[in-house]
């Protein structure tokens, strides 16, 4: 069956600051139906890919500030928008998103491109999603750069998290460039407006409304036994390099649940402790990245 959806016209991502990339789309992703995906890929085909997978609200704009940095080492670029989120087409029923429909559209798309050689680099449902791949993809999955994010298995997340939700809930219409600007203060107020341009009204904002509620806090919700088995593979099977960067400032995903995530990770070394940087440590991450590529080598 054809999803309903709803594409944000191309006028409201003309200009944006610091975004030079030129747009790519799928929509033959089998499961999909038409769906249309938008993805950054820039560098060379045949090298090593970072797959940099966003979060909430936010859509592949996140990664400006460390696209460059991973492409000057002479690696490729793939950066996807998740349905619902950024150039990705929105399905306008709240019930269509899911765990699986994230994770099968992530799984999709990398076999549709092929990726190999994959640095998976997450944060907050980038990392939710992205950490329950590596043991779906173990022969192209080899590195790990992971920010300010977890794997949800049926407990609860401290009322920080849960003030969140409840604020997304009552705020159906969400003002994300306001949200970000004031999480971000240092973003210009033409960076904070590129985070909203997704969304030009409510009927736009399914998913921006849905991932708040979908996170696994509670037994039995959808996405807790592929969160179960990547932890097993994380803490008993995984065999590649990590890197782990922590925004101290962020009051949900801080330093104590980064630790328990370390402990999960087999071999991950101690963080990089971002001082100033918040949730959206993408937001601070040209460091972050350079500091990552020199651990491994790259640079």
Known sequence: MRLETLRTPDERFDGLPDWPYAPHYLDDLPGYDGLRVYHVDEGPADARVFLCLHGEPTWAYLYRRMIPEFLASGARVVAPDLAGFGRSDKPVEDAVFGFDFHRDLLIALIERLDLRRITLVVQDWGGLLGLTLPHQFPDRIDRLLVMNTTLAIGEPAGKGFADWRAYVAANPDL?????????????????????????????????????????????????????????????????????????????????????????????????????????????????????????????
């Open 175 to 299: 003002d994300v460039g306001r949200l970000m600007a004031r999480t971000c203060p240092h973003l210009s107020a033409a960076e904070a407006a590129a985070y909203g341009a997704p969304f030009p009204d409510v009927t736009y904002k399914a998913g921006v409304r849905r991932f708040p509620q979908m996170v696994m806090t509670e037994p039995g919700m959808d996405g807790i036994e592929h969160s179960r088995r990547a932890m097993e593979f994380l803490s008993n099977d995984w065999l590649g390099d990590s890197f782990m960067a922590v925004g101290m400032t962020d009051p949900v995903l801080g330093l104590p649940a980064m630790t328990r995530l370390r402990g999960v990770i087999r071999g991950c070394p101690e963080p990089m402790e971002v001082a100033q940087g918040g949730h959206f440590l993408q937001e601070w991450g040209a460091p972050v990245a350079r500091a990552a590529l020199t651990q491994w080598g790259d640079i």
